[in-house]
């Protein structure tokens, strides 16, 4: 069956970093459209970044343009969030999510596959 595994959420101050991976398994991954969403306490899912398949071209929410960069490695069924400038209003549980549809997909009913999630706590 198809698995997303994300790793790499702790506990930041403001202003760090950190890098999140999911590792897919279970699913042609480079076919696949990648996206990773959040949700804080109390607060709807909302989207982060996505990449497409083949040509790895991105989409990100406003807030963290310039902050924060997916990426891929389809050899190793890896998608990864690079989260830097961290603000307290980023933590949140970070998902990885996948879609068989290829497109800059931004609407969590989009996706076929998510993580269990990751959290991400950035202190003030």
Same mark, same amino acid.
């Given at each position: 069956?198809?698995?997303? =595994?994300?790793?790499?959420?702790?506990? =930041?101050?403001?202003?760090?970093?950190?890098?999140?991976?999911? +590792?897919?398994?279970?699913?042609?991954?480079?076919?696949?459209?990648?996206?990773?969403?959040?949700?804080?306490?109390? @607060?709807?899912?909302?989207? =982060?970044?996505?990449?497409?398949?083949?040509?790895?071209?991105?989409?990100?929410?406003?807030?963290? @343009?310039?902050?924060?960069?997916?990426?891929?490695?389809?050899? @190793?069924? +890896?998608?990864?969030?690079?989260?830097?400038?961290? @603000?307290?209003?980023? +933590?949140?549980?970070?998902?990885?999510?996948?879609?068989? +549809?290829?497109?800059?997909?931004?609407?969590?009913?989009?996706?076929?596959?998510?993580?269990?999630?990751?959290?991400?706590?950035?202190?003030?």
């Amino acid at each position: 069956q198809v698995q997303l =595994v994300e790793s790499g959420g702790g506990l =930041v101050q403001a202003g760090g970093s950190l890098r999140l991976s999911c +590792t897919a398994s279970g699913l042609p991954f480079r076919h696949y459209t990648m996206g990773w969403f959040r949700q804080a306490p109390g @607060k709807e899912r909302d989207f =982060v970044a996505t990449i497409r398949p083949w040509n790895s071209s991105t989409s990100y929410l406003d807030s963290v @343009k310039g902050r924060f960069t997916i990426s891929r490695d389809n050899a @190793k069924n +890896t998608v990864y969030l690079q989260v830097n400038s961290l @603000k307290p209003e980023d +933590t949140a549980v970070y998902y990885c999510a996948a879609a068989r +549809t290829n497109g800059a997909l931004v609407e969590s009913y989009e996706y076929d596959y998510w993580g269990q999630g990751t959290q991400v706590t950035v202190s003030s």
